[in-house]
C-alpha cells in the first residue's frame, strides 16, 4: 500500500487528519503544553473504545464501522495518572525552550544555536549551567573567547529549569490551532486580568 494504512479506507482522509484530541491527564491537566498533548483522532477513538480514557469534548464529524458509529472526540481524560517527569532531560529543545526560543546574547529569535558560555577549549562543560540559545551572528562573534573579551553579556544566567518550570514556559507558545473545545481545558489556571 502507497499510503497511512490507518487512512486508506476512509473517503477523506485529509479531513479527518485535522481533527487531534487535546490529552488531559487524570487530574484534568494537559499532559503537556508544549508541544501540546495530542492524539491523532484514530488514537484517541482507540483510547476511548478500550475505556482508557473519557471523552470530554466531541467534534462534530463522525467515523464508523459497519456496526458501530462514534463521534471523533475532541478532548479525552486519561483514567489513569501519569505521574509528570521530575527531572528536565538536557536536550536542544528543552534548552531552546528554557530561553524562551531567543539568543541570550542580543535577545534575537530565530536562527537559534547553541553556544558554551565558557568555551570548550577553556576547560567548559556541556551542561545547563553553561549551555544557552544564540543567534548564529553572536555565536560567531562569540567563538571560543569569554564574554569579558568582548564586552557581551547574558540576559539571564544559564541554570538547570525544573519541570513545572518549563511546563509554565511552554504555554507562553500556543500552537498555530486551538480548537474551541480545548479553551477550557488548557488555561483555566492562569491568572485573570482584572
Known amino acids: 500500500m502507497d499510503g497511512d494504512f ?19 491527564n487524570a487530574d484534568y491537566r494537559p499532559l503537556s503544553y508544549y508541544p501540546l498533548s495530542l492524539w491523532s483522532w484514530q488514537d484517541a477513538v482507540k483510547a476511548a473504545w478500550l475505556d482508557r480514557v473519557d471523552i470530554l469534548a466531541e467534534y462534530d464529524e463522525v467515523v464508523h464501522s459497519p456496526s458501530t458509529q462514534i463521534r471523533i472526540p475532541s478532548v479525552v481524560v486519561l483514567k489513569d495518572y501519569v505521574k509528570p517527569q521530575k527531572r528536565v532531560a538536557f536536550t536542544r529543545f528543552n534548552l531552546f525552550l528554557r530561553d ?28 545547563w549551567e553553561n549551555v544557552v540559545a544564540a543567534c548564529s551572528p553572536c555565536n560567531l562573534k562569540k567563538g571560543s573567547k569569554p564574554l569579558h573579551m568582548l564586552g557581551m553579556s547574558l ?12 511546563r509554565n514556559t511552554g504555554r507562553k507558545f500556543p500552537p498555530n490551532h486551538l480548537h474551541d473545545s480545548w479553551m477550557d481545558f488548557l488555561y483555566w489556571d492562569t491568572e485573570l486580568d482584572a
Open 155 to 166: 540576559c539571564k544566567a544559564p541554570r538547570r529549569p525544573g519541570a513545572e518550570e518549563l
Open 100 to 127: 524562551e526560543f531567543c539568543c541570550q546574547y542580543c535577545g534575537a529569535r530565530g536562527d537559534l544555536t547553541f553556544d558554551h558560555v565558557v568555551p570548550r577549549a577553556a576547560g567548559g562543560i556541556t551542561s
Open 6 to 24: 490507518r487512512t486508506d479506507f476512509v473517503r477523506d482522509p485529509s479531513a479527518l487528519r485535522q481533527h487531534p484530541a487535546l490529552v488531559l
